[in-house]
Nanobody, 121 residues
Framework: QVQVVESGGGSVQAGGSLRLSCAASGSIFRINTMGWYRQAPGNQRELVAAITMFESPNYADSVKGRFTISRDNTKNTVYLQMNSLKPEDTAVYYC???????????????WGQGTQVTVSS
């Protein structure tokens, strides 16, 4: 069994910062790519940032230079540091992890429950 729990969302004024965390626990052998997605009302879910097991990151153009994705493999946790937040960043943010369980072979993608980020002007 694997559990994925997100935290760190909230409400902030434009220009502020938030730090999201996503921690996986359970029968985990390894985690490959970790990523953050977001979905605003009426919009498709979009990739915000992703990071490989060996910490090669990539970002959506809309957040580049403002957001930083990082991971702590000893804690099975991925973070998203969000600075200089804008109202258009308002969305539900979901983490996604490629996980191989103990005794398993294939990666399976696991989703966090989502955390609301609201940025006011």
């Amino acid at each position: 069994q694997v559990q994925v729990v997100e935290s760190g969302g909230g409400s902030v004024q434009a220009g502020g910062s938030l730090r999201l965390s996503c921690a996986a626990s359970g029968s985990i052998f390894r985690i490959n790519t970790m990523g953050w997605y977001r979905q605003a009302p009426g919009n498709q879910r979009e990739l915000v940032a992703a990071i490989t097991m060996f910490e090669s990151p990539n970002y959506a153009d809309s957040v580049k230079g403002r957001f930083t994705i990082s991971r702590d493999n000893t804690k099975n946790t991925v973070y998203l540091q969000m600075n200089s937040l804008k109202p258009e960043d308002t969305a539900v943010y979901y983490c996604n992890l490629e996980i191989t369980i103990i005794g398993g072979t294939n990666y399976r993608r696991y989703w966090g429950q989502g955390t609301q980020v609201t940025v006011s002007s």
